[in-house]
């Protein structure tokens, strides 16, 4: 894992914990919050808090080029599968807005196969990218139904 990559995960978990610890000091007071504290905008990242780790996670095998907590932006770089070496990727996801919704997620993949010892350029299966996001989305989900419950 590379150290962006850590650091990434660990600004996550940071900003999860400090939304937490919020949530945790206002039940300190006579009256309870009056806002969810597991709702879709909660966040300290500029991002859906959600989304933005549900991305790391899904994303958490291939190396970090860039991971922007304050504009939602995760960029990977090459990465190639070890069954598979004559083929890499890489993944652009953008996260657009504080609202955990399907439309506040954009994800974009490049692919690239080896022919005579370069990588050119190929199509990516509009499929892998729709996998990609639902695995998002669903994590994302999974993680906010944990907040409320937890």
Do not use: H
């Amino acid at each position: 894992m590379s150290k962006l990559s850590i650091l990434a995960s660990r600004s996550a978990t940071l900003a999860l914990l400090g939304v937490a610890a919020l949530g945790l000091s206002a039940c300190a007071g006579k009256d309870k919050p009056k806002a969810d504290l597991a709702a879709s905008q909660v966040t300290t990242i500029g991002v859906n808090s959600y989304l933005w780790r549900a991305s790391l996670d899904a994303l958490s095998f291939m190396p970090l080029l860039q991971a922007d907590s304050s504009g939602g932006v995760i960029i990977t770089d090459w990465y190639a599968n070890p069954a598979n070496p004559g083929e890499r990727m890489k993944v652009t996801v953008s996260i657009l807005d504080r609202d955990l919704r399907a439309d506040a997620l954009r994800v974009a993949a490049s692919r690239q196969v080896a022919q005579g010892g370069t990588w050119v350029d190929a199509p990516v299966q509009a499929a892998t990218v729709q996998k990609l996001e639902e695995i998002i989305l669903t994590r994302a989900r999974d993680l906010r139904r944990s907040a409320i419950e937890g």
